[in-house]
Every structure is written in C-alpha cells, then in structure tokens.
C-alpha cells in the first residue's frame, strides 16, 4: 500500500470527470488528490508550479518536458490516461527514477467510430446541411459515395484495425501503411494490403491517421505527401495534431486538391482563433474527443488507476 501522506496530481478532464467513481479507492490508500481545473492540458509553466509537491500523477496530454520533469522532486510515477505519451521526455524521466505508463487499447472501437463517422460528412457534408436546415435555409449538396472509393489508413494499432473493420462495411477498399510485425499479422487477419507510404498517400481517396506520434511521423501529412494524394480526396486525422502541416493542409485546401478534411486533433489545443484552416466550411472540426464516451473513459480511467496505484507501491 503507498505511504501514508503520498500526494497524486490529476490533470487528465476525463480522468477529472469520473474521479467521484474512484474516489474510494483513493480514499482507502489515504492518497491526497489534487484535481487542478484543466480546459484541454495544462501549460508547462502551470505544470512547473505544480509538479514539484507530487508523488504520483495521472496526466493527460501534458507537456511533461524535461524542463517541467526537473521540478519532479517527489514524483515516482506517471500514469498516462490514454495511449500516446509523446508529451512525456522518456529520458528526462528515466534520469529522474520516474516510471510512465499508459492504457493502449481501450477506445479502439470509440475512435473509429469517429472517423468513420468524420468520413461521412465529408463525403455528404452532412454539418453544411445542418447549419444550413437551422438558419432557415434547405441547401442541397451533391455528395461522394463512398462505395467503391479506396480508403488508406496510417497506423493499424486497434484504432487502426477498428477503422479499417467498418470501412470494409461501408464498401471501401481499404489498404493501410505499418512496419510493425504485429500491422502485419493484423492486415493479414483483415485481409487487407500493406504498402508503402508514397503508395498509400497516391491511392487513397480518403487517408486516415491513427498512427502514434513520434519523430519519425511529425508532419507526415506536409506538402510533398498531400501533393501525392488524388485530386478532390479527403483527410481525417483521429490520432495527433502533429502529424499534419496545418499551413500545407490550408495551401492544399485552397488550391482545391484536397477536397475536404477532418481533424479532431490540432498541433496547438484548442484551435487558435487566428488559424487558416477556420475559413473552410467544408471541414470539419472536433475537440480531441474522439475516445470521450461514457464507457470509454471508464475503461481507461480503471487501467489507469491501476497503473498509478501499482506504481506508488513499486516505488
């Protein structure tokens, strides 16, 4: 059980929201919790001036720099709720004794059906239809089916796997791009073609990123990769903000190669109101909430908690 007086920071909302359901647990450990208010992820300079009074945290998309890490002086463990932790310096941590974890696998299904869902109104620009029906208005938008179109897929992780299982059901041919042994054994369960980057960039008619981010896929979406991608196509991204050049996603999207795109996730959190890619209507914007539903969030906070509490006593 972890020392008495042990101090946990929760900088995840959606760890946040469902701390009421955890809250025994927390109280049985005798565990002082701290629940700072949070919009999307704290700062570093607002992480610098909390860190450094904590033992254990469960933190979200936090910038958890090195320079933030350097406070850490009681911190043993990072629990990360959700899959990514690109936002975690691993070395900085490993030099300070931290241990990270994370929660892969549990919202696989929750964002595929988002990007599927994305996928849909773009095709048929169901929000325009919308907004167009609420202002009094009944415009009528010659849509793209989907059926028969090629839908490429960046990342067969269990999100990616999850898209590609409903694509299949929409009538798309899916193919996707991973290196790992296991994107491998997964295509060859889905009986769907792996193929190389420039080749799934030039055959996809929508591409979908669910690929984690590292140094290897920042910006894989720049000028050169949309340049590759059909005349009139679609972009979802599901996955991380960073993937994508947003001022080569603009340029593309007012030359009018890219059709349309959908990002639930943005290289700065929220959108910033000065930022190009609010001038095209024919996109689609979300809150980096494509995992956020009830039972989800559950999931990951349990997997969570577990890793956190695991941690405080290993320590």
């Not at 109280?27 to 607002?46: K, T």
């Not at 975690?88 to 929660?103: S, W, Y």
Request: proline content about 3%; charged content about 20%.
């Amino acid at each position: 059980m972890s020392a008495r007086g042990d101090r946990v920071l929760i900088t995840c909302r959606q760890m946040q929201n469902c701390y009421e359901e955890f809250r025994p647990a927390f109280e049985a450990r005798a565990l002082d919790v701290v629940l700072p208010a949070v919009v999307q992820q704290p700062s570093e300079d607002e992480l610098i001036g909390l860190i450094g009074d904590f033992d254990g945290m469960i933190a979200g998309d936090d910038p958890l720099t090195a320079r933030v890490l350097e406070h850490a002086r009681r911190m043993r463990i990072i629990s990360k709720w959700g899959v990514g932790t690109n936002g975690i310096d691993r070395n900085a941590a490993d030099l300070a004794g931290i241990q990270v974890t994370n929660t892969p696998a549990v919202f696989g299904d929750e964002v595929a059906d988002v990007a599927l869902g994305y996928v849909v109104m773009l095709a048929r620009q169901l929000h325009r239809l919308h907004e167009s029906v609420k202002a009094g208005g009944w415009l009528k938008h010659e849509g793209r089916t989907l059926a028969g179109n090629t839908l490429g897929i960046v990342g067969l992780g269990s999100i990616g796997q999850a898209v590609a299982r409903r694509a299949v059901g929409f009538g798309l041919q899916v193919i996707a791009h991973d290196v790992t042994d296991a994107a491998r054994q997964a295509a060859a369960r889905l009986r769907i073609a792996l193929v190389s980057r420039d080749d799934l960039f030039e055959r996809s008619d929508v591409l979908v990123l669910c690929c984690p981010l590292t140094s290897q896929t920042r910006r894989l979406v720049d000028a050169r990769s949309l340049a590759l991608m059909p005349p009139a196509s679609y972009l979802v991204n599901v996955a991380r903000g960073a993937l994508v050049d947003e001022a080569a996603l603009a340029q593309a999207l007012e030359s009018g190669h890219l059709a349309a795109a959908a990002l639930d996730v943005f290289e700065e959190e929220p959108l910033p109101a000065s930022s190009r890619l609010r001038a095209f209507d024919q996109c689609v914007f979300g809150s980096h909430n494509g995992s956020n539903t009830s039972q989800a969030v559950l999931r990951a906070s349990a997997r969570a908690v577990e890793n956190l509490f695991a941690g405080l006593r290993r320590a």
